[in-house]
């Protein structure tokens, strides 16, 4: 079970986390103007790589508040957590 | 008790105390301290099982948790009565009782038996090759397979412990209290780390504590008696905490483990009364120090597994530590120098040794030659290759081995004996290290796997670590364990030591015969009975990958997991497959380390602490009027209230009838409420919700439906414009946790520029909904002061009043297509409101009615349930509800999805009413719809969602989802049942006054 860095209350156990999928896929801002394929780019593609990956965590109970994390799938390590909206620490 | 195998040398054996216990219904002694192992040995007892599929007799192997082939019944019949136990690990107490499993009638003579002739007809995937056909008579041959399937049998009634769980934290967890953990955690805890050490045996010291030989020796004392003093030493040290009887049974990443304190096994039962039995340790260490040890491999040769035939190792524990000798006639056979200490320690109490086998040439070690000097006749570069006697070993048959060790030579010798003890050397117990995500890597010169990259702050020290000699072992310690908790005082001096033993060994994973591999039993995995003809039989039909030959030829699929023979099945996979044995890799080590009970594992959430469930404010009130109730989330919510002996259906039809006819009342309390703040509220509910929201005026209520980002229907509710930047929204029931989690996420994450601020008050209020002809009044009585006419309080509108000087919101909203009025007050005064508005509608009639009622009558106006009528592929164009989507707002959560390929198609399934032919007849809910009975295979058009009788219209009325059937209104369709088919026509999905006359009725 992770130990996670919540950005906003400090270490906290996973079962106190909800995952909620890849990070950084912004919501196109005017979806109506978007092909069929555009759309389903947005709405169904994610990645599922054995690596490093970026991912939304939840606070969920507890700050409730959205974070970013990046986490390397294969080892489970988390290398980094950040606020929504920071830029990632590593590239 | 024969006297002959008990000696008065132990001293943690109490022989002042004398326990008796039953075993297979026959009354034995044995003292304070033995174990139902070492009890049993001590009255000559071998027998103590059958194996499971060929029903062998099988004996005691070993003295600890590898154990494979004793493990009992313990408790018998009694509501504690528990399979699978090693009677190696159960400390015997007064009044024990104990039986053996997996055997019929008896040990001794088992019916089952039988299946040991048929052996050649039942090699590995038997069970595969043979059932398969004819197919359908699987159903046959499964109830005699689920039969003879399964060892000991699972208690019938509910279990009398208490279990509880516990969460620890620290800073350096010690796995083990042999040599190395006990210098590790001495070392930790005096340098300032908090320190927990635990160990799962009930005395510390591990297999040094009873070493009191000669040849091994610590700063010149024997080596029991300096780990005496060192343990004596770390129990003062504040700074650490010592649990025995502690197995760690899982080590999952970032350093957490569980472990199990077993606190009142050993205990005789009127002992144990109000006491927790296990304790669930959930560890939390910044540092991990596993000092697991290691587990003596066994040798595999034709029928190595018949009772009396024992590991070296447990044979020098049963002695050294119980007083124990499990034979007269001794006979040691090994590959490595271990087996010697077991002879030395025979030799000291005079026990016989008839011969000692070793599959070395050459034998160079000081404690070999003082065994030779006591005229013990040793077999150099032999290998037994056959046992004799069926319940008890009685003789073995050896043979010279050739040089490169894949043939035998020369004429076979008989040896006479009753107790074989066997080694092959160790095998590392890095389970928990792998089980933590380690790599392991393997060591050509002795054959072993031994930790290699550690994924988190952790480290392994001792034998697990592959460190064997006593030397290599401390030295070792000491250094990596400084290196690792960063500290320059190691509390030790130099530590000198001396050990006789050698590290050579002769490494044959399958020892050679003189038969032909199809006639011989070696067995690699006792418990499973899976033998090295099993695995090169494997090997032959195509299997390659270690995992896929394990699950074919079930090795180390027992509850001991092949603890001792994983390692030999992988050797013989690699010498047969011509590979190298690293490359192979090992099978995976999963949790639990050894099995753990459910007790434990659910520890105190069980009867009522199962789930938690919520009540209303009003929960009392409908407790003592009769309810019954119905789970909707985790909430208890009113079903109906049966009045006279009344049926569901019977009081559905009253209730339903009274909403309607006279007045209704209905606690509405478990609807969600989130409260919505901020100057950007409004543009917030026009992006979560399908319709437009700005212009709705301060103190109107409007119905909103909310999709997916995919087009699909999540949730609906109504939701009140309280202020100008004030809503209170309501949900579903189910749905209020996920719809807030819903909202928070695109606030924080999508569109963090609005100012809006959500808050769950489902919990603050209770709301009561007064609904039928006669509301009005009702509430007029309740609440004197509101003006309720149609003029200043139309429907879909919100007044702020008081009952009795407290505050309440009042919205008058249907969902029963009713006149009717929501009343939301403090939830602590939920249910003297409720009883109020019995009291005013006392001369109406007023009827309390529960979520059945409000289903039918929500169904026949209609209305949709979300999770009922929808099941997340349904947009709101599919439910026929077009009218919500607005066409203006230029976008909303889902709306691009409306329009794609997918969602535009005719033929998806949409929302219709089903009205049977015969108006008597109510569908049954989940049924399907097809339109042709003839076809085949039969084309299901869809499924009926929601189905009722309507007292109202005094008929059947149903809602369903038909492919393409917004354009099928009147179409007939058919619902085939098992004994008939029904006829329905396909109708509007709305069945009662579609106008809203009732609704907007002059009252």
């Known amino acids: 079970m992770f130990l996670i860095n919540c950005p906003f209350c400090g270490e906290r156990e996973q079962s106190e986390f909800k995952a909620g999928g890849e990070a950084h896929i912004v919501r196109p801002k005017q979806p109506t103007e978007l092909s069929d394929d555009e759309w389903a780019e947005y709405l169904f593609m994610r990645k599922n790589i054995k690596g490093i990956q970026f991912e939304r965590w939840n606070h969920i109970h507890g700050c409730r508040k959205w974070f970013n994390m990046i986490r390397d799938t294969s080892n489970d390590q988390i290398k980094a957590v950040y606020k929504m909206g920071e830029k990632p620490p590593v590239k | ?476 310690t000491l250094t990596s364990i400084k290196k690792f908790l960063d500290i320059d005082n190691s509390e030790y001096k130099t530590v000198e030591t001396i050990s006789g033993l050698n590290q050579s060994k002769r490494n044959i994973w399958l020892l050679p015969s003189d038969k032909s591999i199809g006639k011989t039993k070696s067995f690699v995995d006792y418990q499973n009975d899976a033998t090295a003809k099993d695995i090169k039989l494997a090997l032959r039909e195509g299997f390659r990958s270690i995992e896929h030959v394990k699950r074919y030829t079930t090795t180390g699929m027992g509850t001991d997991q092949g603890k001792l023979g994983n390692m030999h099945a992988l050797g013989i996979i690699s010498e047969t497959a011509g590979t190298k044995m690293g490359e192979h890799g090992t099978t995976t080590f999963r949790p639990p380390y050894t099995p753990l009970t459910f007790g434990t594992i659910v520890g105190r959430n069980v009867g009522k602490f199962f789930d938690i469930f919520r009540r209303t404010p009003i929960h009392d009130w409908h407790v003592a009027n009769n309810a019954e109730f119905e789970n909707v989330g985790q909430w208890k919510r009113a079903w109906y209230y049966p009045k006279d002996n009344e049926n569901m259906h019977q009081a559905v039809q009253r209730e339903s009838k009274a909403a309607r006819d006279s007045a209704g009342i209905l606690d509405a309390s478990t609807l969600g409420k989130i409260d919505i703040q901020g100057t950007d509220a409004s543009e917030f509910l026009n992006r979560v919700y399908t319709n437009a929201w700005s212009k709705l005026a301060v103190g109107k209520c409007r119905y909103g439906l909310m999709l997916n980002e995919d087009g699909m229907v999540y949730d609906d509710g109504v939701t009140t414009r309280l202020g100008e930047n004030h809503y209170i929204m309501t949900t579903t029931t189910g749905g209020a946790a996920n719809v807030l989690g819903k909202l928070e996420d695109y606030l924080q994450t999508e569109w963090p520029e609005l100012d809006v601020y959500l808050s769950s008050v489902t919990d603050h209020f209770a709301t009561i909904s007064v609904c039928g002809p006669y509301s009005k009044k009702i509430v007029s009585k309740v609440i004197p002061d509101l003006d309720l006419s149609d003029e200043k309080f139309p429907h879909m509108s919100f007044k702020n009043a008081k009952i009795n000087n407290i505050k309440c919101r009042v919205m008058r909203i249907s969902f029963t297509g009713e006149h009717s009025y929501e009343i939301n007050i403090q939830a602590n005064f939920g249910k003297s409101v409720w009883e109020k508005c019995m009291e005013a509608g006392k001369d109406f009639n007023i009827t309390p009615y529960g979520t059945e009622t409000m289903h039918l009558l929500r169904a026949e106006k209609g209305f949709i349930i979300v999770g009922q009528d929808t099941d997340a592929t349904l947009t709101p164009i599919d439910l026929q509800m077009d009218w919500i989507v607005s066409k203006k707002k230029y976008d909303f959560i889902g709306k691009r999805s409306l329009y794609r390929s997918d969602t535009i198609r005719e033929d998806r399934k949409q929302l219709v009413g089903l009205l049977t032919e015969n108006p008597e007849e109510v569908l049954e809910e989940g049924a399907q719809i097809v339109a042709d009975i003839k076809k085949s295979p039969i084309e299901m058009l869809g499924h009926v969602t929601s189905s009722y009788y309507s007292p109202n219209l005094k008929k059947s009325i149903a809602l369903g989802v038909v492919k393409g059937g917004k354009n099928m209104l009147g179409q007939k369709l058919i619902i085939p049942m098992e004994n008939k088919n029904i006829n329905v026509t396909v109708a509007d999905p709305v069945f009662l006054d579609k106008e809203g006359e009732r609704l907007n009725a002059k009252l």
């Not at chain 2, 070395?360 to 000081?366: A, G, P, T, W």
Request: proline content about 3%; charged content about 25%.
């Open chain 2, 1 to 476: 008790m024969p006297n002959n195998l008990r000696f008065k040398t132990s001293k943690f054996i109490d022989e002042t105390y004398r326990v008796s216990f039953k075993f297979n219904n026959k009354i034995y002694f044995g003292f304070k301290g033995d174990t139902l192992a070492s009890a049993l040995l001590a009255n000559g007892i071998h027998l103590v099982g059958r194996s499971f599929k060929y029903h062998r007799p099988r004996g005691i192997m070993t003295s600890g948790s590898e154990e494979p082939n004793a493990i009992i019944q313990l408790h018998d019949n009694s509501s504690r009565t528990e399979p699978n136990v090693r009677a190696t690990e159960v400390e015997i107490y007064e009044g024990l009782v104990a039986s053996s499993q997996n055997c019929w009638p008896s040990v001794n003579f088992d019916i089952g038996g039988i299946n040991n002739l048929l052996s050649p007809i039942l090699p590995a995937g038997f069970y595969y090759k043979t059932f398969m056909w004819p197919a359908s008579f699987w159903e046959k041959y499964e109830y005699f397979i689920r039969k003879s399937a399964g060892l000991g049998k699972s208690p019938k009634v509910a279990d009398p412990d208490i279990y509880e769980h516990k969460y620890i934290h620290c800073d350096v967890l010690v796995i083990g209290a042999g040599i190395s953990g006990i210098m590790a955690a001495k070392m930790a805890a005096k340098n300032g780390f908090k320190t927990l050490l635990v160990d799962e045996k009930s005395y510390l010291g591990g297999s040094s504590i009873y070493d009191n030989s000669e040849f091994s020796k610590i700063n010149n004392q024997i080596t029991s008696s300096w780990l005496e003093k060192e343990i004596n030493e770390i129990s003062k040290l504040e700074n650490l905490e010592i649990k025995t009887r502690t197995s760690v049974a899982a080590f999952h990443g970032y350093n957490f483990l569980l472990a199990r304190e077993n606190l009142t096994d050993h205990l005789p039962i009127n002992q144990r009364e109000n006491k927790v039995r296990q304790r669930l340790l959930k560890i939390r260490a910044k540092k991990v120090i596993t000092a697991t040890g290691s587990i003596e491999r066994p040798l595999i040769f034709d029928n190595n597994d018949r009772p009396g035939i024992l590991l070296s190792s447990a044979i020098k524990r049963y002695i050294d530590l119980y007083g124990v000798a499990c034979g007269e006639n001794n006979i040691l056979f090994t590959n490595n120098d271990t087996a010697y200490e077991t002879a030395m320690s025979l030799i000291q109490r005079g026990i016989k040794i008839n011969a000692i086998i070793d599959n070395r040439e050459q034998i160079d070690s000081k404690i070999s030659y003082e065994v030779e000097k006591n005229n013990i006749k040793i077999y150099k570069g032999y290998t037994v290759v056959d046992t004799y006697g069926y319940r008890r070993i009685n003789r073995i048959s050896i043979m010279k081995l050739s040089k490169d060790g894949q043939t035998v030579i020369g004429d076979k010798t008989k040896l006479n004996c009753d107790c074989l003890g066997v080694s092959g050397g160790w095998t590392p117990a890095v389970h928990l290290f792998t089980q933590s995500g380690g790599k392991l890597k393997f060591r050509e010169e002795d054959q072993v796997f031994i930790p290699n990259v550690y994924p988190s702050d952790q480290i392994s020290i001792g034998s697990c670590n592959g460190d064997f000699g006593l030397e290599e072992i401390i030295k070792n």
